[in-house]
C-alpha cells in the first residue's frame, strides 16, 4: 500500500475515534444532568412525572 491509502486508513480511524470519544462524553454528561434533575426535585413527586402513593394519599394537602 502507498502513502496515501495509509493516509485514508488513518483520517477514517482518527475520525471514527473522535465520535466514539464525543459519543461517551455525551452519555456521561446526560448521565449527569438526569442525576441532578432527580435531585432537584422537592415535591415528592417521582423524577419521571409519573403518578406517587402520596398523590392517592386524602390527608395530604
Not at 438526569?34 to 402513593?53: E, F, I, Q
Amino acid at each position: 500500500m502507498d502513502t496515501t491509502t495509509y493516509t485514508i486508513l488513518f483520517f477514517i480511524g482518527l475520525t471514527l475515534a473522535v465520535i466514539a470519544v464525543a459519543t461517551v462524553i455525551g452519555l456521561i454528561v446526560a448521565q449527569s444532568a438526569d442525576g441532578k434533575s432527580a435531585m432537584r426535585r422537592s415535591d415528592g413527586a417521582p423524577a419521571h412525572g409519573g403518578r406517587s402513593v402520596q398523590d392517592d394519599d386524602p390527608n395530604r394537602s
